[in-house]
């Protein structure tokens, strides 16, 4: 009985997965994505041009239907979609993408602007006329050929190639752990570096250099700076700049207009516009009027038309740095060498390709020796038949057949097999006196060419100069000058923000539960002053007519800071809420803006003083809090807090060598005056050092600022937790240095002692507006209140149990015969 044999296996999955993915890996790198180092072709470009050679669909006969020549590839071939097929024929005929198109077009062949070509069924192609060196002598058996997929016809591993196809048109693939990006070069100076590298095989990449500018993309543009060029040459990575070839042009009204001629290599022309006229639309920068593709078949021309006394050079900069004007790219050439993938640089690109070259020429060296010697054969045996010709004619006259009379000739004359079969089948007409002639030519003319050939397989010099001699003679035919400028040093874009933005003047608005808005002059007049678009309980931090070239840094209890240009604050009507910082940076619930600073000059030699209510205090330069890339996003840290119930209690912007002084007081009553010169520069994301020793659960409520030649006018406003308002002298705290305890400035009672909720200081006669937590408002003439000692307590002015608990006391304006000196604190 015969033994049955198991067909189903258990084997785990992840050596299954691993095995199965490691042959589709090898698949799709070798036979899909990747190009061949030799001839710069993935297998579909390869089997496209093969196809149509073999269909006789060359540069010097009629087009054909695209459709014809995908049936082809796909039918025998490439057994894919014929929609690949065709996007590969289409991408080998696009001048935009091919510094040497294989493949001439009839018919829509895509655009720049992304446009996809017309279907197949519209457009005819044929074999470009540089193709031809591709495929030239495939005939002579130069390459490997295999079974195609069905195993009915061959097709080559690779092509001849009879130029450095992989740098002349660069490639572009994503495989399977691999990718390439390789980019078109010059095919002149890509022949001059192999044949340099041909005599001189211990070439250095700088010598190849000096033929090798570098990348010449099809559509131009300029590369800044070599630095990136040499290190892709040398190691296969490397990023340049490429910018596009812009001109500035005087037009009528005394107005300029940018002119960009070449764009960057592999950018989309209509999205590129699209964005640059986004910025217009969306005034990211003032001056641009108009965007205009004026693309014709003259070439390529975007026209971006200026305003009147538009900062030209400085708008082109900003385009450049924010749209593809200019862009990165980013060489990482790998291929396959060899069966196998690798990364690769300049030399050995060449020297695989002149290993090629110099193969296909000694099998077609070869191939056309045998034919040599096998015509030359025939030749010698036709000379020696006529010389006889009489013995010759009366041998076959007297054969039975064909064969015999080869038999009979081979054992009479000593002809070769080949010789008697030439002889039997020579036609009568040819043994005439001039093809005698004509042989001994033909046969003189045979024994130099093996003579020739024989010399070429024999000497490497001697083969080396055919290699030079065809490569120069393709040079000569297609070489055309470059089009990608290159310049000596990478050119860095410096932008004047300013000169981007008009300068105007608008209405600013700063909340302190974080609405930002600005509005029109002409909004801001037509509104009721009190109609400011506010949500019930939020109140104006920051309000002040300002330029739109100035600058916001606006502060948070959390030690935050945000930093907004007031040309970047969503314009809204005045009677509009406006944006929410939320919506860009991500607030704490309970994170509030406290202080607003208008900055003009963000390199101004200014600090900020910073506060906490649990006793640290650091001054930070305004140096150290410049905006950083992502502050539209992210808040910058001007302080860095002790624990979450740390909150910043005030901030100023003080003089790096200010003599003022500054007094803390804090909720137990105590009250510490020192110099602020006692307090040093500390990094943004320093804690700060101590400014008060402060008991357990007390914490500070506020500072008053002071300069020394107004310690004796200034009064302090106190509110406590039980409604009494107090007015004191500041002189009346003694000056002391930093971090000690300090002096009361309230009387401590046994029972019901009372603690400051707020302060505030002013001159004399003063109007003072009270906040409580019912949202009562209180207004306190100073006037009417009696200046006190540091140990009284004050007088009360409102009931906690009915109007709440006094939260904030504001200044408001003087009365007529009061002094105000707030304006000399800083």
Do not use: C
């Not at 055919?466 to 297609?478: H, M, T």
């Not at 509104?527 to 916001?552: A, C, H, R, W």
């Not at 935050?560 to 939320?582: A, C, D, F, M």
């Not at 046994?750 to 109007?767: C, F, L, Q, V, W």
């Amino acid at each position: 009985m015969a033994k049955t044999t198991e067909r189903i296996r258990e084997l785990p999955l992840e050596e299954v997965m691993g095995e199965r993915f490691g042959r589709y890996s090898k698949y799709i790198i070798q036979e899909r994505a990747l190009p061949d180092i030799r001839d710069g072709l993935k297998p579909v470009q390869r089997r496209i041009l093969y196809a149509m050679y073999k269909d006789n669909n060359t540069y010097d006969k009629p087009y054909k239907k695209a459709a014809k020549a995908v049936g082809n590839v796909m039918g025998n071939f490439h057994p894919h979609g014929d929609s690949s097929i065709y996007g590969a024929l289409v991408h080998l005929s696009q001048d935009w993408k091919m510094r040497e198109p294989l493949i001439e077009m009839h018919g829509n062949n895509g655009s720049m602007d992304g446009d996809g070509p017309a279907a197949m069924r519209y457009t005819e192609s044929r074999l470009s006329k540089i193709s031809n060196l591709l495929l030239q002598d495939i005939d002579k058996e130069t390459v490997q050929m295999i079974l195609n997929f069905d195993d009915t016809e061959y097709e080559p591993t690779v092509l001849p190639a009879h130029f450095p196809n992989l740098l002349v048109n660069g490639s572009t693939g994503i495989s399977a752990g691999y990718a390439t990006e390789i980019p078109p070069h010059n095919l002149a100076e890509v022949i001059d570096a192999a044949v340099y590298l041909l005599k001189h095989p211990d070439a250095t990449t700088d010598d190849l250099m000096e033929f090798v500018k570098g990348p010449d993309f099809p559509t131009g543009g300029i590369v800044l700076g070599t630095k990136g060029i040499k290190e892709a040459y040398e190691t296969g990575r490397g990023r340049i700049q490429v910018r596009s070839k812009t001109t500035i042009q005087d037009i009528k009204g005394h107005r300029q207009q940018i002119v960009v001629t070449e764009v960057p290599f592999g950018v989309n022309k209509a999205m590129m516009v699209k964005k640059i006229d986004e910025i217009r639309l969306n005034k990211e920068i003032d001056g641009i009027s108009e965007v205009r593709d004026e693309t014709d078949r003259h070439g390529l021309s975007i026209v971006i038309e200026l305003k009147k006394g538009a900062d030209s050079q400085n708008i082109l900069n900003y385009l450049f740095k924010n749209t593809d004007l200019q862009v990165s790219y980013n060489f990482n050439m790998v291929a396959i060498d060899r069966m196998t993938p690798v990364q690769v640089g300049l030399k050995r690109i060449l020297s695989s390709y002149l290993t090629h070259k110099k193969d296909v020429v000694t099998k077609r060296t070869e191939f056309d020796l045998k034919k040599a010697k096998q015509r030359l054969e025939i030749v010698e045996g036709l000379i020696h038949a006529l010389d006889i010709l009489d013995q010759v004619i009366k041998t076959i006259r007297s054969s039975k057949d064909k064969k015999d009379a080869k038999n009979n000739l081979i054992a009479k004359y000593e002809f070769t097999p080949n010789q008697a079969e030439a002889i039997v089948s020579l036609q009568l007409y040819r043994l005439t006196n001039t093809d005698v002639n004509q042989l001994k030519q033909e046969q003189t003319e045979l024994n130099k060419k093996i003579d020739k050939f024989n010399e070429i397989l024999s000497d490497n010099q001697v083969l080396e100069k055919v290699v030079v001699k065809e490569l120069n003679a393709v040079k000569k035919e297609f070489g055309s000058p470059r089009r990608t400028e290159i310049t000596a040093k990478a050119a860095k874009i410096e932008i004047n923000e300013k000169a981007l933005v008009a300068d105007e003047d608008v209405r600013v608005l700063v909340s302190k539960d974080g609405y930002l808005k600005r509005s029109s002059i002409r909004s801001f007049q037509s509104t009721d002053t009190s109609d400011n678009g506010l949500p019930d309980g939020d109140k104006v931090i920051f309000e002040k007519t300002m330029s739109t070239l100035d600058n916001l840094y606006i502060f948070t209890n959390k030690g935050n800071l945000i930093y907004r240009p007031v040309h970047e604050l969503i314009e809204t009507k005045w009677k509009e809420t406006g944006q929410h910082l939320s919506q860009e940076i991500g607030l704490d619930s309970d994170e509030e803006i406290i202080r607003v600073f208008e900055i003009n000059d963000l390199k101004a030699n200014l600090n900020f003083l910073i506060a906490t209510n649990d006793g640290y205090i650091k001054q930070v330069t305004l140096a150290d809090l410049q905006p950083t890339r992502t502050y539209k996003s992210r808040a910058i840290t001007a302080i860095k807090l002790k624990s979450k119930e740390s909150k910043v209690v005030r901030i100023d912007q003080v003089k790096p060598d200010s003599k003022q002084e500054i007094t803390l007081i804090t909720n137990q009553a105590y009250a510490v005056r020192f110099d602020i010169s006692e307090i040093p520069t500390s990094g943004s994301k320093a804690v700060g050092v101590k400014s008060v020793n402060l008991k357990d659960n007390d914490y500070i409520v506020n500072y008053v600022l002071a300069d020394p030649k107004y310690v004796d006018l200034i009064n302090i406003g106190i509110i406590t937790q039980r409604g009494a308002f107090k007015q004191l002298k500041l002189n009346l705290i003694n000056k002391v240095t930093r971090a000690k305890r300090g002096v009361l400035v309230l009387r401590e009672l046994k029972t019901k002692p009372h603690r400051i909720m707020a302060i505030n200081s002013y001159g004399e006669n003063h109007i003072l507006h009270l906040t409580t937590s019912s949202d009562r408002h209180i207004e306190l003439n100073t006037s009417e209140f009696p200046l006190g000692d540091r140990y009284s307590n004050g007088s009360f002015v409102l009931d906690p149990m009915t109007d709440g608990t006094p939260i904030s006391l504001t200044l408001g304006q003087p009365l007529a015969d009061g002094r105000d000196i707030t304006e000399d604190l800083f």
